[in-house]
Structures are given as structure tokens and as C-alpha cells.
């Protein structure tokens, strides 16, 4: 059974960073691509970050609103994909969820419909 589970939210003063996990199992993540989507209230989801590995070639997006405050990675021995983010915004308030979509490119897209496997969010509060 496929399962992503996130961790690492909380609240976070302006400015301020945070780590990210998402942890799968029942899958292997070079057979995947793991994207970062976060749904602010009253708002639509929206695509922040994913990632695709293939041979440890590694392709990466961001969205433009994130580009240069967050990172995302992984750890295959861990089977554990994060985003670090640094420099964050009140607008960054939103849950975010990490998800899967099985892929034999190497390209990873920020198209929620593409993503097959959902975890269960976790919330993020940028605040003073």
C-alpha cells in the first residue's frame, strides 16, 4: 500500500525557516516523481515544488512564488522527500501535502491532476 505521510508544520514568525518531510513507503521513489502542493483558505490548491530522479539525475521545479526561499529534496535511503523553507512569507500560510505520480521520464510537472497518491497535509502558520 502506497503511503506518503508529511511532517514538520507548525507556526513559524516571518522570516523564519522550516523543514518538510514527507515520508513514502510501499514505493521506491526512483520509480516516482513527489511534488509539494499547499491549499491556503478559501483557496485553490497550488503547485509549490516537485522533484524526479532517475540514475541520481535529479530535475527540479519550483513555482515562481517560492523560487529562491525553498529547496526541495531527497534521501533514498530514507525513502523521504523534504522541502526546506527559508525566508517565509505570511502568504506561505497554507496546508501542504506531498504527493506521488509513477513516472519513467525524467521530468517532474506541477499538475495537481498528474498525482495519483496524497498524503495527508500538514499546516503551516507564518505569523507574529
Known amino acids: 500500500q502506497l503511503q506518503l505521510v508529511e511532517s514538520g508544520g507548525g507556526l513559524v514568525q516571518p522570516g523564519g525557516s522550516l523543514r518538510l518531510s514527507c515520508a513514502c513507503s510501499?514505493?521506491?521513489?526512483?520509480?516516482?516523481?513527489i511534488g509539494w502542493f499547499r491549499q491556503a483558505p478559501g483557496a485553490e490548491r497550488e503547485g509549490v515544488s516537485c522533484?524526479?530522479?532517475?540514475?541520481?539525475?535529479?530535475?527540479?521545479i519550483y513555482a515562481d512564488s517560492v523560487k529562491g526561499r525553498f529547496t526541495i529534496s531527497r534521501d533514498n535511503t530514507k525513502n523521504t522527500v523534504y522541502l526546506q523553507m527559508n525566508s517565509l512569507k505570511p502568504e506561505d500560510t497554507a496546508v501542504y501535502y506531498c504527493a506521488a505520480h509513477f513516472s519513467i521520464s525524467d521530468m517532474c510537472v506541477l499538475e495537481e491532476y498528474k498525482y495519483s497518491y496524497w498524503g495527508q497535509g500538514t499546516q503551516i502558520t507564518v505569523s507574529s
Open positions: 522533484i524526479r530522479s532517475i540514475s541520481n539525475r535529479g530535475r527540479t
Open positions: 510501499g514505493f521506491a521513489l526512483d520509480n516516482f516523481a
